[in-house]
């Protein structure tokens, strides 16, 4: 693999190949330190902006590696944006923060102007894909959002800490129990405390709230096109990593609460995508090439 390593102002750019696309490593310098993404750019006129998010513990660079998605859409002339976030479970300050660095940066580089932005996520990057529109939206901010799609993402950070809580209980494999530990120290740590303490730090950083009659920040997503794709494979996830879990110890809950909200209030362009054999909490759960054709089709 070649590396060439060029320097233009306070950014350098290194230039990876990766299953056929051009990556480019950017790095920005701002008030709060150095952010760098990856990029691929079409060859032609850029008719399009993706921003793909990665899951929790994934290289970002290795996501072209994993599905065909931004490798189609290079094809229909988006750009695609990788940005490299720090591990997080939700769209946090410094999350956003760096997400509007690097799309001003990228944006004013092209010239983009009024091209509006697709984004999505496997995972934890899907939530914060989610999170980061219903941000959008609720700033009232210059970039428009297109569509959004997460793959398996967990959203509700109420359902995920008690999902946690419950795994910890669980006592039937140390995965399952370092899990739980994992993701409840977490959740104390960037909220504060259980959802019971600190509900309103819960329902501002979830994506969607599931014990909010109005679904929380999910109520931004009324007017825009988003797909949800998880695969419940309950029994599945029974006998791989323990048999006293429940639904609500899977992502799925989530999209399927989100889905049925969405359309209660009204967003026809909300689509619940569950897949069956396609593989468990990963990326192949989205077909590449059926999303490609929802993201170019919507209008």
């Not at 490798?71 to 923060?97: N, R």
Request: charged share 25%; proline share 4%.
């Amino acid at each position: 693999m070649k590396r060439v390593a060029l320097f233009i102002g306070l950014s350098f750019l290194v230039c990876v190949t990766c299953i056929g696309q051009r990556l480019q490593r950017v790095k920005i310098a701002s008030a709060k330190g150095a952010d760098a993404y990856f990029t691929t750019k079409p060859e032609k006129e850029v008719k399009g902006v993706l921003v793909l998010l990665q899951g929790f513990g994934e290289k970002t660079k290795e996501i072209p590696q994993k599905t065909q998605i931004p490798a189609l859409l290079e094809k229909q002339g988006y750009l695609v944006i990788f940005p490299e976030l720090q591990h997080t479970l939700f769209a946090d300050d410094h999350a956003k923060f760096k997400l509007d660095q690097i799309l001003e940066a990228e944006y004013a580089k092209y010239n983009l102007q009024d091209i509006p932005i697709v984004i999505g996520g496997f995972s934890a990057g899907g939530a914060v894909a989610v999170g980061y529109a219903e941000y959008l939206i609720k700033s009232g901010s210059s970039r428009k959002i297109k569509g959004v799609f997460v793959i398996d993402a967990p959203l509700d950070l109420e359902r995920i800490y008690r999902s946690a809580v419950n795994k910890i209980g669980y006592h039937c494999s140390d995965l399952i129990s370092k899990e739980g530990h994992s993701l409840k120290n977490t959740l104390d740590t960037r909220l504060g405390g259980p959802p019971e303490a600190k509900p309103a730090a819960y329902l501002n950083s979830s994506a969607y709230s599931a014990t909010a009659q109005d679904g929380g920040n999910a109520r931004l997503l009324k007017d825009i096109p988003i797909r949800l794709y998880c695969e419940p494979d309950l029994e599945f996830v029974r006998k791989k990593y323990c048999q006293k879990l429940q639904m609500a110890d899977i992502n799925a809950t989530d999209l399927e609460g989100l889905s049925t909200f969405l359309k209660k209030i009204g967003n026809l362009r909300a689509e619940l995508i569950q897949t069956k054999g396609r593989g468990f909490h990963s990326w192949n759960i989205a077909d590449a090439a059926d999303l490609k054709n929802w993201i170019v089709g919507i209008q």
